[in-house]
């Protein structure tokens, strides 16, 4: 990979990171199958992508929504904003059911464990007694 083809490169994308992330996602994309937009030159495709953003004959535009596509690991659906909406809604409404219950189990512990102190008062009131 010739220096000059990195420092043409940084004319069309400053960003060398950035470079090196659209220049590998358009070689992968020439090893399979796309079309080349300048003469191979006996060059691998890595040095072929470089070039081809050298020379402008590719598109940053489109190699950025590529590498962003190929990234994406959440696929966005077309669903309204009402449906969306009422899904949200329900797990809201789920998770404030949930803690109702909760509740109502926290206060059935409460209520047992006020039963058991109770009746250990009422046992050690009833060996004082007996004494």
């Known amino acids: 990979m010739a220096r000059v083809t990195v420092e043409d490169c940084v004319e069309v994308v400053p960003n060398r990171f950035e470079l090196v992330m659209l220049a590998a996602r358009r070689a992968r994309e020439l090893s399979a199958g796309s079309s080349m937009t ?16 050298a020379e402008q004959t590719v598109s940053v535009d489109h ?4 590498l962003v596509r190929s990234l994406q690991r959440v696929s966005f659906s077309d669903a309204s904003d009402e449906e969306l909406e009422n899904e949200f809604m329900d ?4 998770s404030l059911d949930s ?3 909760d509740e109502d189990d926290d206060i059935v512990t409460s209520q047992m464990l006020e039963a058991d102190v109770e009746s250990q008062l009422n046992v ?5 007694n007996l004494d």
Do not use: C, T
């Open 124 to 128: 050690s009131e009833g060996e004082e």
């Open 63 to 66: 190699l950025q929504d590529s």
């Open 99 to 101: 803690m109702d219950d």
């Open 91 to 94: 797990a809201i409404s789920g």
């Open 38 to 53: 300048i003469e191979r030159k006996n060059d691998r495709n890595p040095v072929v992508a470089l070039r081809e953003i």
